[in-house]
């Protein structure tokens, strides 16, 4: 017997640019910038192997969903933002002091959403036709593709940049002396996994 299914993915992006320059005197001047551009997801489309198989199933929320039914309510969002800015200051011709700082958050969590936190069933491929009729399933049968949880999956950068440059002149021509200092912190904190046997 053969059905008709309407399955939709729907993927939004966003993307916000927000930036502020500044000169509060002749010898010091500030830029800020901003950068959200997050991604969202609303639902799921089947695997290529659904279109022959029995489509997948599950009890959420204490009703069952099956089909589009079931993928409609999937999807996910990663969520972007970017903040960052910088100082420049001249207290004389020949001094100056430079600094600049930002921080980069990143949480991937797209196709992470309507995932079962229960048991998955696979009617192996290899089984014997009188095993998976035994079974009560057909070869390749499954309730759903996956149960594979992501709470979280965040990333971060923090960045700092500050230095100090002298410029003179003679010696035979202009020449600058510099020095400074430089952090870039990388950081990722998770939590994802299978869903525990038995929930």
Request: hydrophobic residues 30%; glycine residues 12%; charged residues 15%.
């Amino acid at each position: 017997m053969s059905e008709t299914q309407t399955y939709n993915l729907r993927r939004y992006r966003d993307f916000t640019d927000a930036r502020l320059d500044g000169a509060p005197s002749d010898k010091f001047h500030v830029t800020g910038r901003f950068i959200w551009a997050p991604i969202h997801d609303e639902g799921a489309l089947p695997a290529f192997t659904e279109t022959t198989t029995t489509p997948q199933q599950a009890i959420i929320g204490g009703q069952t969903l099956r089909g589009p039914a079931f993928l409609n309510q999937q999807g996910g969002r990663q969520n972007s933002n970017n903040i960052s800015g910088s100082g420049v200051w001249n207290p004389t011709s020949h001094l100056v002091f430079s600094v600049r700082g930002g921080r980069t958050f990143l949480n991937e969590k797209l196709g992470s959403y309507g995932i079962p936190r229960a048991l998955r069933y696979l009617c192996s491929a290899a089984s014997s036709s009188s095993v998976s009729t035994t079974a009560g399933c057909t070869p390749g049968q499954q309730n759903f593709l996956t149960n594979f949880q992501i709470d979280y999956d965040v990333s971060t950068r923090k960045t700092l940049d500050a230095d100090v440059s002298y410029l003179v002149s003679g010696f035979g021509g202009r020449h600058a002396f510099k020095g400074g200092y430089q952090y870039n912190g990388l950081s990722n904190t998770t939590s994802q996994g299978y869903a525990t046997p038995g929930n």
